[in-house]
């Protein structure tokens, strides 16, 4: 794998047109999981993903370690498949969380990759990795995208600045 900035320019087009996939995940995802804690999640439109793709791959360094794990996943194929479980696991996560950006969504988007690796499976010609490289977009993006209601507006945790001796 060489990476250039046009072989990321053109992963992040092959990321972008995957909304057709990707986006029925995501929402897929969202409605198990909203059902599952008793809240509403907002679905996700195929253009919110594409802009959100644009957002990530706008930051250089995010882009290119995206551009480098989404590859790999497409590209993994073990004989026999199971040898190969453990890594196109690690990668799955390690794309999430890169996807969803730093702590604490990237720890959220790593455990909803697991999830949503059972909710999607590629067909016996795909590459084992091709399953997991949908499931950690469909994780990364639905942990990064608003819709969730505790995502909105500020942490009730915060502490305002200069306010230690107030307490």
Do not use: C, K
């Amino acid at each position: 794998m060489r990476l250039t900035p046009a072989a990321v320019a053109d992963e992040r087009d092959r990321l972008r047109d995957r909304a057709d996939v990707v986006v029925p995940l995501i929402n897929d995802a969202r409605d198990a999981l909203g059902e599952g804690f008793g809240v509403d999640v907002d679905a996700v439109t195929a253009p919110e993903y594409r802009r959100e793709v644009d957002r990530v791959f706008a930051d250089g360094d995010r882009a290119v370690n995206v551009a480098a794990l989404a590859g790999l996943l497409r590209d993994l194929d073990v004989e026999g498949d199971y040898p190969g479980f453990v890594v196109d696991e690690l990668l799955g996560r390690r794309l999430a969380s890169t996807v969803a950006g730093g702590q604490p969504l990237a720890l959220l988007a790593e455990a909803t990759f697991h999830f949503a690796d059972t909710r999607v499976h590629g067909t016996l010609d795909d590459a084992a990795g091709a399953d997991d490289l949908d499931a950690a977009l469909a994780a990364g993006f639905q942990t990064r995208l608003p819709g969730w209601d505790w995502r909105e507006g500020d942490s009730p945790f915060a502490v305002p600045p200069g306010d230690a001796g107030n307490r």
